[in-house]
């Protein structure tokens, strides 16, 4: 059988649908956070970012939320277009100069 | 120029094969990263260069050998490597090292170890 590690979590939806993609961070001292999106055989890419001063930013068709309370972070893409499958990446500052990236989740988009 | 340019695309080498990979940016940033990404997998650091010195290493075997000749430039020199660092290496660069600042990478060097 295959083991559970090699999968990324995938979320599907339909052309036109909003996307909502989550993520967990570890570290409650962490003031900055970024999501980038990766396709395939490329590098990351920035989408938007968003620092603990804020619980809310918004960009062209993404939107970051942040909640510090609970340490959970979404990017929200309205109206998904197939060009936004990927794979998203939260990241988050983990100390002088470093990021730490999260999991990662695949958004796979139908026409 | 928003770019980070990393050459070769792809490399096969040998466990005694001797290369080296290349990044370049013209942004004017002084920090630059090394990152090594597995299939299905986050970014991992690797090293950490902030105006010209390495500021970071992330516990890398020596068989990595990063050198920042200048400020826009990263080379990764690589030795007697291991099937198991076969992976795709991603070379960013920041305005600055430090906490809130975004991170731009390259596409990427795909590195498969024979």
């Known amino acids: 059988g295959e083991s559970v590690g090699l999968h990324l979590p995938t979320l599907s939806v339909q052309e036109g649908d909003n996307s909502i993609i989550n993520c967990a961070y570890s570290?409650?001292?962490?003031?900055?956070f970024i999501w980038y999106k990766q396709e395939s055989g490329k590098g990351p890419q920035f989408i938007i970012d968003?620092?603990?001063?804020?619980d809310k930013r918004q960009g062209q068709r993404v939107t970051v939320l942040l909640n510090k309370t609970v340490k959970h972070l979404s990017l929200q893409i309205a109206a998904t277009q197939p060009g936004d499958s990927a794979v998203y990446f939260c990241?988050?500052?983990?100390?002088?100069?470093?990021?730490?990236f999260g999991k990662g989740t695949m958004l796979l988009v139908s026409p | 120029d928003t770019e980070v340019t990393q050459t070769p695309k792809h490399l096969v080498m040998g466990m005694t094969n001797k290369k080296s990979l290349k990044c370049e940016q013209h942004?004017?940033?002084?920090?630059m990263y090394w990152y090594k990404q597995k299939a299905k997998k986050p970014p991992e650091l690797m090293f950490v260069?902030?105006?010209?010195?390495?500021?970071i290493n992330e516990s890398v075997p020596s068989r990595f050998s990063p050198e920042c000749p200048n400020s826009s430039l990263l080379n990764l020199h690589l030795h007697a490597l291991q099937p198991e660092d076969s992976a795709l290496y991603l070379c960013?660069?920041?305005?600055?090292?430090?906490?809130?600042?975004?991170?731009?990478f390259g596409p990427g060097t795909r590195l498969t170890v024979t």
């Open positions: 968003i620092r603990s001063n804020m």
């Open positions: 570290n409650s001292a962490s003031d900055y």
């Open positions: 960013a660069s920041s305005v600055t090292s430090g906490s809130s600042y975004e991170q731009y």
């Open positions: 990241a988050e500052n983990s100390g002088y100069s470093t990021l730490t």
């Open positions: 260069y902030s105006y010209e010195k390495l500021s």
């Open positions: 942004m004017g940033h002084r920090a």
